[in-house]
């Protein structure tokens, strides 16, 4: 379970109980998996893939982006990549 897992028990259940219909994997894919949980209110997370720039991974896709020599490295290009690239 990551940091952020979840603050209400359905939240946790939600979590829990989808990792064992995917046979409790060691890693489960990050779409897949936030798509199908459910909050406290039974809204699932798909918010978080039509949403902004991760703010966690910009500064790496930043240098990533740099290394592969793009040009006009700017916030659409990085929310582009997060969402091509990292899921």
Known sequence: MEEA?????????????EWKKANKPILLDNYEF????????GKNFEFLFNGGRQATW????????????KENIDPSSVK????SELG
């Open 80 to 83: 582009n990549y997060q969402a």
């Open 5 to 17: 897992g979840g603050e209400t028990f359905q939240e946790i259940n939600s979590r829990l109980e």
């Open 58 to 69: 910009e500064g790496l896709i930043k240098l990533i982006l740099n290394y592969e020599e």
């Open 34 to 41: 936030h798509t199908s949980i459910r909050n406290a209110d």
